[in-house]
T-cell receptor, first 115, second 111 residues
Framework: NAGVTQTPKFQVLKTGQSMTLQCAQD?????MSWYRQDPGMGLRLIHY???????DQGEVPNGYNVSRSTTEDFPLRLLSAAPSQTSVYFC??????????????FGPGTRLTVL | SQQGEEDPQALSIQEGENATMNCSYK?????LQWYRQNSGRGLVHLIL?????REKHSGRLRVTLDTSKKSSSLLITASRAADTASYFC???????????FGTGTRLTIIP
């Protein structure tokens, strides 16, 4: 199993550009989520999905869109990049949500810089 | 928002010593999880402890949970250089699927 994969590893954008961060998992996990990690702030939840076709907002959803058309993929779209979105982005998956007493499996991260 | 707060923010110890990190939270939880993050990498799950449990062990790791004090501790015994990493606690509320992370403890093991 590849586990949770994320592409790209690094990305530099200019303010106003759009892009999609890719996340895929091959563990048949129902629950997937996106976090951003900023220095000194831990991880903050952006969006999450409890299954294909179902998404919901986390703590910091503004400026980001998600969709879940398949169990395997959960892309994160930045509609119009802003310098405040400079961060490291992590995708995670689990058999079900954390309330189901399940550990989260994390991808290696995407380091995004917005100029 | 509900969040665990780790203490200390940074900890340096000699190889072979024990390392203890603490996590405090604000409201009643369903479960609490500890994760490790090596520099530049994703997070790795260490231990999950449920609200009705008081202690769990995994190898050299011991986690305790005191729901009356709303706190948890992670003990790493006989530390090794490879334990150098950031450690995060994350809490889950009842009826909630989401994990809320603290800001982490940066642990450095000095060879």
């Amino acid at each position: 199993n590849a586990g949770v994969t994320q592409t790209p590893k690094f990305q530099v954008l200019k303010t106003g550009q759009s892009m999609t961060l890719q996340c895929a998992q091959d563990m048949n996990h129902e629950y997937m989520s996106w976090y951003r990690q900023d220095p000194g702030m831990g991880l903050r939840l952006i969006h999450y999905s409890v299954g294909a076709g179902i998404t919901d907002q986390g703590e910091v959803p503004n400026g980001y869109n998600v969709s879940r058309s398949t169990t395997e993929d959960f892309p994160l779209r930045l509609l119009s990049a802003a310098p405040s979105q400079t961060s490291v982005y992590f995708c995670a998956s689990s058999y079900s949500g954390a309330g189901g007493h399940n550990e989260q499996f994390f991808g290696p991260g995407t380091r995004l810089t917005v100029l | 928002s509900q969040q665990g707060e780790e203490d200390p923010q940074a900890l340096s110890i000699q190889e072979g010593e024990n390392a203890t990190m603490n996590c405090s939270y604000k409201t009643s939880i369903n479960n609490l999880q500890w994760y490790r993050q090596n520099s530049g990498r994703g997070l790795v799950h260490l231990i999950l402890i449920r609200s009705n449990e008081r202690e769990k062990h995994s190898g050299r790791l011991r986690v305790t949970l005191d729901t009356s004090k709303k706190s948890s501790s992670l003990l790493i015994t006989a530390s090794r250089a490879a334990d150098t990493a950031s450690y995060f606690c994350a809490t889950v509320l009842f009826g909630n699927e989401k994990l809320t992370f603290g800001t982490g403890t940066r642990l450095t093991i000095i060879p």
